[in-house]
């Protein structure tokens, strides 16, 4: 038994050609706007807008990034960013894996109904619920504050998360959960030693998506944050976007310490990307 | 069930690994027989509270508030009372200009967008699809723009669209412009590069789901066709959407829910602006709610618009459902 593809899916070597061609052209589409933007971030702001444009910048220059730097609050925004996203991951995996351990794993009155309100919220989009929220937010006192934008990200994520743990820990035997229920163990012992570590890969999913979901995240932000020091970065890079003329090589060098993190990250976890995206739920 | 049964089950469930898949969560319940732990007792509930609440104060209870809203002349000013005004919110958007050329220019972006990710993103996946070297390498660079922000990339497009930009020098180095057109300064050039950025961020996405829906595909009957002569077109027809109709489905509505949403990118590149030419619904909306403090006038245009996307959304699953069983 071979491994090999049948003959008539085995493309012949032009076909194969013709193909990798375009899948380049595809590729270069994709990749070059980043290569473009990488480039004019080490522009002088003389140079970002030249006909013809620099490909390579001549002079090459890293002070938007020391400019960047050395703002009043970019660091502080990093940081923001930093605390929000680590934060609501945490916060929101807590929440979403005891509630996936529940409908998982417990028959009780009102199950389903339960579960059917929280699919309600993989259905609306964030931003038919901004106004409302922000009423809330305004009574709860939560406007212009980190804790703002944590609490509303993490009810945000909750939907996404229970149901992508919920199926991974429907696969843990009923059996092994048993045999430790004998041995005297109770709920929360058997969620956090055996549950908890056998859903590892789907907690590495969850981890990643709601990460990045809130690293990202502009509209919330931009609705309640005022104060600079509160600002994350999504923020502070539109912020460097003037209004008459825009200093793009800034713009780009913020814009890269903010995705630069996100590539690694994508690029070292891609296959559990994958797998979070085929359960089909994710809102581009 | 027999406990033997039940383990059987089990572990024919862990084995082949796809269990764990939302989605078939339901039926490997039904599978294992429901040896879920069976006693009345309140822990469940004190799993759930926390999240629970969390969720239904924040999520649930502004769903049901924002269509509440929409009948209030909403005042934010502390001390101002809201008065009920019945439909007169929605009398002001159906007599509204701008909200008709928010609505036709979501529309656009929605037309404009998704048949381009569709198409591109199945073709890109076909072409990807059989094992091949550097296969993994070009998923990856097709699904980088997916992961990175909407506002880097919203500037990023405006940078390349703006009167000197990259992409006006190409476009006359190919003798397909004279390169001074001015992308964000008019209605519709602005929606087509506003919706070159949709398309470009949105095909990594569609491709992965193609993807791994293509991996369904039974090559058995690919394989038949073939034999019998089908070409490469009749093939794909035949055997192949047939066999992901149900991702096609499933993608086709996600972007046009996604379509109508769009907001990050608009506000960025043009703010809806010159003089509200590319406005579309959700910047018009954050524009009165935000700007103009018209909360009942947002919250309308927002109930509509979670309306319009709700029976749209419906018309296409019906569609879908009839072509698959005729």
Excluded: C
Excluded at chain 1, 79 to 99: E, K, R, W, Y
Excluded at chain 2, 29 to 39: I, L, N, Q, T, Y
Excluded at chain 2, 153 to 164: I, R, T
């Amino acid at each position: 038994m071979t491994t090999m593809s049948p003959a008539w899916l085995r493309p012949s070597r032009t076909g194969l050609a013709v193909r990798y061609i375009l899948l380049t052209i595809g590729a270069v589409a994709m990749v070059l706007p980043f290569l473009y933007m990488l480039s004019t971030s080490f522009k002088g702001q003389q140079y970002v807008l030249t006909t013809p444009p620099q490909w390579f910048p001549h002079p090459a220059t890293v002070s938007n990034y020391t400019t960047a730097w050395n703002s009043d609050h970019f660091p502080r925004y990093f940081l923001n960013s930093v605390v929000v996203a680590v934060v609501t991951t945490v916060v929101s995996l807590l929440l979403s894996s005891m509630m996936a351990y529940a409908f998982a794993r417990f028959d009780f009155p009102g199950r389903e109904a339960m579960f059917r309100i929280l699919l309600l919220g993989l259905m609306i989009p964030a931003m038919m619920l901004i106004i409302p929220q922000f009423i809330l937010a305004k009574y709860l006192h939560l406007l212009d504050s980190l804790t703002g934008l944590v609490v509303f990200y993490v009810a945000a994520s909750l939907s996404l998360n229970t149901f992508l743990l919920r199926g991974f820990f429907e696969a843990v035997p009923a059996e092994l959960e048993q045999a430790m229920e004998v041995d005297g163990a109770g709920s929360i012992t058997r969620y956090w030693r055996l549950i908890l570590p056998l859903a590892r890969p789907a907690l590495a999913t969850a981890t990643i998506f709601t990460f990045l979901a809130s690293w990202d995240e502009y509209p919330w932000a931009l609705t309640i944050i005022n104060t600079p020091s509160k600002q994350t970065l999504p923020l502070g890079i539109a912020l460097f976007q003037g209004q008459n003329s825009t200093l793009w090589g800034l713009v780009f060098a913020a814009s890269i310490a903010a995705i630069g993190p996100v590539i690694v990250v994508f690029l070292a976890f891609h296959r559990h990307f994958v797998q979070g995206l085929t359960t089909g739920a994710i809102k581009g | 069930m027999t406990v033997s049964a039940a383990v059987r089950s089990r572990k024919a469930a862990i084995a082949a690994g796809k269990e764990a898949r939302p989605g078939s969560g339901r039926a490997s319940r039904r599978r294992s027989g429901g040896r879920r732990v069976p006693r009345r007792s309140a822990i469940p509930y004190a799993f759930l509270a926390p999240g629970f609440i969390l969720f239904v104060a924040l999520i649930i209870y502004p769903m049901i508030r924002a269509f509440q809203m929409s009948f209030y002349d909403w005042r934010i000013v502390a001390g101002a009372t809201s008065d009920f005004i019945g439909w007169q919110n929605y009398v002001t958007a159906f007599h509204d200009r701008i909200f008709w050329r928010s609505l036709a220019n979501s529309g656009a972006y929605m037309l404009f967008t998704v048949p381009p990710q569709i198409a591109l993103g199945l073709f890109v996946a076909s072409l990807l699809r059989a094992k091949a070297p550097g296969q993994g390498l070009y998923r990856l660079l097709f699904y980088i723009p997916v992961v990175t922000s909407w506002v880097v990339v919203s500037l990023l497009f405006q940078y390349l669209f703006a009167d000197a930009g990259l992409v006006n020098y190409v476009l006359h180095g190919v003798h397909a412009t004279n390169g001074h057109t001015s992308w964000l300064s008019g209605r519709w050039t602005a929606m087509v590069a506003i919706s070159a950025l949709g398309v470009w961020k949105g095909i990594g996405w569609s491709m992965m789901i193609f993807l791994a829906a293509l991996q369904g595909v039974p090559r058995d009957l690919e394989e038949a066709a073939a034999v019998d002569g089908a070409g490469r077109w009749r093939r794909f027809r035949t055997v192949t959407v047939p066999a992901i109709w149900p991702a096609l489905t499933f993608v086709t509505v996600m972007l046009v829910i996604g379509g109508f949403n769009v907001f990050t990118s608009v506000l960025l590149m043009t703010g809806g602006g010159p003089a509200d030419q590319t406005q579309v619904l959700l910047t018009f909306m954050y524009e009165q709610a935000f700007k103009f403090l018209q909360f009942g006038y947002g919250s309308a245009i927002a109930a509509l618009l979670t309306v319009l996307v709700f029976v749209l959304s419906v018309i296409q699953l019906r569609i879908f459902r009839n072509r698959e069983t005729s």
